[in-house]
T-cell receptor, first 113, second 112 residues
Framework: AQSVTQLGSHVSVSEGALVLLRCNYSSSVPPYLFWYVQYPNQGLQLLLKYTTGATLVKGINGFEAEFKKSETSFHLTKPSAHMSDAAEYFCAVSPRGYQKVTFGTGTKLQVIP | NAGVTQTPKFRVLKTGQSMTLLCAQDMNHEYMYWYRQDPGMGLRLIHYSVGEGTTAKGEVPDGYNVSRLKKQNFLLGLESAAPSQTSVYFC???????????FGEGSRLTVL
């Protein structure tokens, strides 16, 4: 079985401040991990992914995430928030070689001017 | 390049009516998925398909049926709509078991 827990359904940061969105996963086999972003009234789009290799992965728009196996975490960070980062972010897990992708409940990021 | 296209984008149904949502992808992807999105619950997998002519149940399949007669199309049907099926439905596709999904823009369904 696989699952994803996102801590905090809403996160507010000031423009220019650090963004930290938390994600913990459980998976019975080594996972692929993803962060997706959803802007209002749109579908989800891939922000970044971890499959194998380097545990620190960089994505679009300056975001990055680090896979920490010992902590079963895959937190998303960005050093300096921009107004355009306001959106809902979803962490997702997919066991390697399997078809199903399981999503977390999402975290809405608000950026305050 | 259209990617993943869902039709219709909006629909209002009365309880007991039936309807079909169509998803079309032009990326030659093998895998296709239907999710529903509800506030506070994230995306939940309804049904998915790993190839033409195959379908499988996801987390919340009850009340829905699907068909994948052509590789590029994945249909989601509601035989007898219920208010609990009011939601935003997303179709997605992927190339093999990579987990990297490409989403449509969603179909907002309201059941009165």
């Amino acid at each position: 079985a696989q699952s994803v827990t996102q801590l905090g359904s809403h996160v507010s940061v000031s423009e220019g401040a650090l963004v930290l969105l938390r994600c913990n996963y459980s998976s019975s086999v080594p996972p692929y991990l993803f962060w997706y972003v959803q802007y209002p009234n749109q579908g989800l789009q891939l922000l970044l992914k971890y499959t194998t290799g380097a545990t620190l992965v960089k994505g679009i728009n300056g975001f990055e995430a680090e896979f920490k196996k010992s902590e079963t975490s895959f937190h998303l960070t960005k050093p300096s928030a921009h107004m355009s980062d306001a959106a809902e972010y979803f962490c997702a897990v997919s066991p390697r070689g399997y078809q199903k992708v399981t999503f977390g409940t999402g975290t809405k990021l608000q950026v305050i001017p | 390049n259209a990617g993943v296209t869902q039709t219709p984008k909006f629909r209002v149904l009365k309880t007991g009516q039936s309807m079909t949502l169509l998803c079309a992808q032009d990326m030659n992807h093998e895998y296709m998925y239907w999710y529903r999105q509800d506030p506070g619950m994230g995306l939940r997998l309804i049904h998915y398909s790993v190839g033409e002519g195959t379908t499988a149940k996801g987390e919340v399949p009850d009340g829905y049926n699907v068909s994948r007669l052509k590789k590029q199309n994945f249909l989601l049907g509601l035989e007898s709509a219920a208010p609990s099926q009011t939601s935003v439905y997303f179709c997605a596709s992927s190339r093999g078991g990579t987990g990297e999904l490409f989403f449509g823009e969603g179909s907002r369904l309201t059941v009165l």
